[in-house]
C-alpha cells in the first residue's frame, strides 16, 4: 500500500488506475487542440495509417476487431472523425452494403500532431526517471500485462501492439 500526500493508502490497483485516469485526460486535452475529442480517434488514425492499404482498411468491422472494440464504438468514433474531415467514407465496389475508410490528407496531419503529443505527455509522464528505471516499469508493465493475459485466457499477446508503442519504445 501506498500513501497519498493526505496520508490515505491506495493499493497499487488505484495508483495504476489514477495513472490511467491521468494519462487520458492529459491526452484528451493535447488532442482538443486538433479537434480530436476522445483517446480512440488518434488511434484510429494510426491505423488507417499502418494497417490500411493506402491508408484505406476495408471496413469498419475489420477496424473495429483491430482495436478490439466494439463496432458501435467505431461507428462513432468514425462519425466525428469524418465530420472533422480526418477519414472518409468509400463504398465498397464489390459490395455496395460494405463501406471502406480511408484516411485524408487533414488527417494524416491530425495523426502526425497527435504523435508527436502523445510523445510529449510521454516525456512529461518519465520527467525525472533515470533510464534505468524506466526500463523497469517497463518490465513491470510486460510482466502485469502478460499475467492478466494469462489469467483470463485471453487471445491477445503483446505482440499485437500499435504504431503508437512502436513510436514510444525509445
Known amino acids: 500500500m501506498h500513501q497519498n500526500e493526505n496520508g490515505n493508502k491506495h493499493s497499487t490497483e488505484w495508483l495504476f488506475r489514477d495513472l490511467n485516469t491521468a494519462c487520458r485526460l492529459a491526452s484528451d486535452a493535447a488532442f482538443a487542440k486538433f479537434g480530436v475529442r476522445e483517446f480512440g480517434q488518434p488511434i484510429i488514425l494510426f491505423m488507417l495509417e499502418r494497417y490500411g492499404k493506402d491508408g484505406v482498411i476495408a471496413t469498419q468491422k475489420e477496424l473495429a ?3 478490439r472494440v466494439s463496432p458501435t464504438t467505431i461507428t462513432i468514433s468514425l462519425k466525428s472523425l469524418e465530420r472533422l474531415g480526418c477519414i472518409r467514407k468509400i463504398n465498397d465496389k464489390k459490395d455496395m452494403r460494405r463501406n471502406q475508410i480511408e484516411i485524408t490528407e487533414k488527417g494524416k496531419m491530425v495523426a502526425k500532431q497527435c504523435r508527436k503529443a ?3 505527455l510521454n516525456k512529461a509522464m518519465y520527467q525525472g526517471f533515470a533510464p534505468e528505471e524506466r526500463e523497469l516499469i517497463n ?3 510486460i510482466r502485469m500485462t502478460n499475467n492478466l493475459i494469462n489469467a483470463a485466457k485471453l487471445s491477445w499477446s503483446l505482440g499485437e501492439r500499435n504504431e503508437l508503442d512502436d513510436k514510444n519504445s525509445d
Open 65 to 67: 476487431q483491430r482495436m
Open 118 to 120: 502523445f510523445e510529449d
Open 139 to 141: 518490465s513491470f508493465f
